[in-house]
């Protein structure tokens, strides 16, 4: 896997994934009920329907360049390699469980519009169950993270090594005092590095 195709996938899939929910292309149904989400997605069909998908392509990107980015960064450090090893299957782990998670509007949709809100309502709710798929993002990015700071043949892999597990870090935090704060610099800042590193990859000149 060339440097360029990685970047791409790793610039693609926030962008996609991200870019979809700060637009407001799809409703913020966080703070509510499975059957008020229901209501304010079918109130906004065609635009959640299209963000739901742009996501589920924006995950398969992302997640996907982040397993071969983990793969490409094999040096003579065998902690490091490990280390990259698991985080890596880690978050190739992730892509079939948010895939799940980000199309379940899809499906509550269909059938909400079949056999009525109570039945889409019902898929939205057995849905959040995956969202504990973060977990694995989250420790899949960290172990990502000290594996890029424990290689020396290249600063700028250190430095972003060090921004993924502080991000996880606060991620993992927010899972479990749910604070608002560690939540914006966690999850929002996972994607941004993300993106960061990238743009990064993409500028290589070789393969990584």
């Known amino acids: 896997m060339t440097s360029k195709t990685i970047g791409i996938m790793l610039i693609l ?15 913020d149904t966080s703070s509510m009920s499975p059957s008020e989400s229901m209501d304010s997605i079918l109130a906004n069909k065609n635009q959640a329907l299209t963000g739901s998908m742009l996501q589920i392509f924006g995950v398969m990107a992302m997640f996907t360049g982040l397993y071969f980015l983990a793969k490409s960064l094999k040096n003579d450090n065998s902690l490091s390699n490990q280390l990259a090893e698991i985080g890596g299957l880690l978050l190739l782990l992730v892509v079939p ?9 899809i499906t509550a949709i269909d059938y909400a519009e079949q056999f009525g809100n109570d039945v889409g309502a019902t898929i939205l709710a057995s849905s959040t169950m995956f969202e504990m798929g973060g977990m694995l993002l989250v420790v899949g990015l960290m172990f990502l993270g000290i594996s890029m700071t424990l290689i020396c043949d290249k600063k700028y892999k250190a430095i972003i090594g060090s921004l993924f597990i502080i991000t996880s870090l606060c991620a993992f935090l927010d899972m479990i005092l749910n604070v608002d704060a560690l939540g914006m610099i966690g999850w ?7 993106l960061i590193t990238g743009i990064l990859t993409l500028l290589q000149k070789d393969n990584i």
């Open 13 to 27: 899939g926030p962008i996609l994934t991200m870019g979809v929910w700060i637009t407001g292309m799809v409703p």
């Open 97 to 105: 469980i948010w895939v799940v998670f980000m199309g379940s509007w």
């Open 188 to 194: 929002l800042g996972m994607f941004l590095i993300t």
